[in-house]
């Protein structure tokens, strides 16, 4: 049996959870994240994210209250946390995205585990808007932990970013331009091909120089948006910075958890560059379910700007070069 039945075979004790969907890769079950993740066995998985309710008072159906006190909120999360850390093999990762309030919240707790502080990512959300005395919010927090050494950490290829009227680049690489590997790096102005620049990048001459993106400042991801102007489901996050995660902390035929499903970004994400995963969300599971489907019937997303534009294009292949292992 492979490590990830095993995994499934111990969850389908839980009776609280229904499975929902299954792939061949993964299984998305319909119930409380807290049930799934206690189901899980101890270090038998390689990388979690998590993006949970960031109790603003936003609607996600019944099962949620997402206006708690304080303290019940940071003890909620504890307990996930908590089971997080317990779940993760040893160098697994854990990534948790929400508001910088939070996440330092977040921070300290894990500081007290046996948890190792990696990055603080800001992924930049230029949309939001300043709420009383304060400034205005420009990011939100994705905090990265690893469970004592990283076990994997590959390198990601990301576009070189255009100007959106332009077209001409935006940086200037520091005088490393024609460094720069063109087939490794594809110049359009869209948000969302990083399996485009995988698919491309490196194999015929692995000792060349490539330009690899790995900084903490992510400006490339597109916003939720508030409902009122959404044109994509709720809280729906890009594909780009799932699959960004994902190519960076696992390797493929490894174990994805996410508790947090929502619309099933992380999911569509680890099928889409084979790892098995298994998720949870106790609200509406059908985008989800919508979005997996799509994939397996060989339609990927294409998100075309930041006003949450997505279309659906046909996979040219299902095949991977997969990222090169970061070694030093
Ligand atoms: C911020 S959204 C996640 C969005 C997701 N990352 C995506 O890209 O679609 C949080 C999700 O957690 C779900 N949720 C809230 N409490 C939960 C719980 N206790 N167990 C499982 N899911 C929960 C909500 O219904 C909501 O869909």
């Not at 949620?64 to 040893?90: F, H, P």
């Not at 990534?95 to 300290?108: D, H, K, M, R």
């Not at 940086?171 to 063109?182: A, C, Q, T, V, W």
């Not at 120089?209 to 939720?224: C, F, K, Q, R, Y």
């Amino acid at each position: 049996m492979l490590p990830f039945e095993v995994i499934a075979a111990n969850i389908a004790t839980q009776k609280e959870l229904q499975q929902v969907y299954r792939s061949e890769h993964g299984i998305l079950y319909q119930g409380d994240c807290l049930k799934l993740l206690t189901a899980l066995p101890s270090k038998s998985v390689d990388l979690i994210f998590a993006d949970p309710p960031f109790n603003l008072g936003k609607e996600y159906g019944e099962s949620v209250n997402d206006q708690m006190e304080v303290d019940k909120y940071l003890s909620w999360s504890q307990q996930w946390l908590e089971q997080s850390v317990r779940v993760l093999k040893e160098g697994g990762s854990l990534f948790v995205f929400n508001l910088p309030q939070w996440c330092i919240e977040y921070g300290a707790y894990l500081n007290r585990k046996e948890m190792w502080f990696r990055h603080w990512i800001a992924c930049r959300m230029p949309k939001t808007f300043p709420r009383g005395k304060k400034m205005s919010p420009a990011h939100y927090g994705l905090v990265y932990y690893t469970k004592g050494e990283p076990a994997v950490f590959n390198k990601v290829y990301t576009p070189i970013q255009v100007c959106r009227h332009c077209g001409r680049e935006i940086r200037d690489y520091g005088g490393h331009r024609k460094r720069l590997n063109e087939n490794g790096i594809n110049l359009m102005d869209v948000w969302d091909m990083p399996e485009d620049v995988w698919e491309n990048a490196s194999e015929t001459n692995p000792n060349e120089t490539l330009w690899t993106l790995a900084e903490e400042m992510w400006t490339d991801i597109p916003p939720v948006r508030h409902r009122q102007h959404k044109k994509r489901v709720p809280n729906e996050l890009a594909p780009i910075m799932l699959e960004r995660i994902v190519a960076m902390a696992s390797n493929p035929g490894q174990v994805v958890v996410d508790p947090f499903g929502g619309s099933g970004t992380t999911f569509y994400a680890a099928e889409k560059l084979h790892r098995y995963w298994i998720g949870s969300e106790i609200g509406d599971t059908q985008p989800a379910i919508q979005r997996l489907t799509n994939l397996a019937n060989g339609l990927v997303e294409q998100w075309e700007s930041a006003r949450g534009n997505k279309k659906l294009k046909r996979r040219e292949t299902n095949a991977l070069q997969l990222p090169i292992p970061y070694t030093t």
